[in-house]
């Protein structure tokens, strides 16, 4: 069963920095895109940012500049800096993983969601 589980969420001020880590377990082959989506409350989820196999990123147009996801294909691992944090960053942030279990086999995947809140 594959499975991620996200960490880093919490309460910053305005400005301030939070790293979101996702880790991927289970039988996994390979991963395709990894990706951090977020929905605050009553608001539509919404990707944020995308980082391709390839390395290729990219981002919704409120926080480039600001934040920077990264990949560790070796261990798994999808990564999301966020600087110059604003309150309207508030929300529950997702990972999502396109996940290959074998050569002909892709799952998709969600982490269970974390808390980010910038408020002063």
């Known amino acids: 069963q594959v499975q991620l589980v996200e960490s880093g969420g919490g309460l910053v001020q305005p400005g301030g920095s939070l790293r979101l880590s996702c880790a991927a377990s289970g039988s996994i082959f390979s991963i395709n895109d990894m990706a951090w989506h977020r929905q605050a409350p009553g608001k539509q989820r919404e990707l944020v940012a995308l980082i391709t196999s390839a390395g290729s990123t990219n981002y919704v147009d409120s926080v480039k500049g600001r934040f920077t996801i990264f990949r560790d294909s070796a261990k798994k691992v999808a990564s999301l800096q966020m600087n110059s944090l604003k309150p309207e960053d508030t929300a529950v942030y997702y990972c999502?993983?396109?996940?290959?279990?074998?050569?002909?086999?892709?799952?998709?995947?969600w982490g269970q969601g974390t808390q980010v809140t910038v408020s002063s």
């Open positions: 999502y993983m396109e996940i290959k279990t074998s050569s002909v086999s892709i799952t998709y995947r």
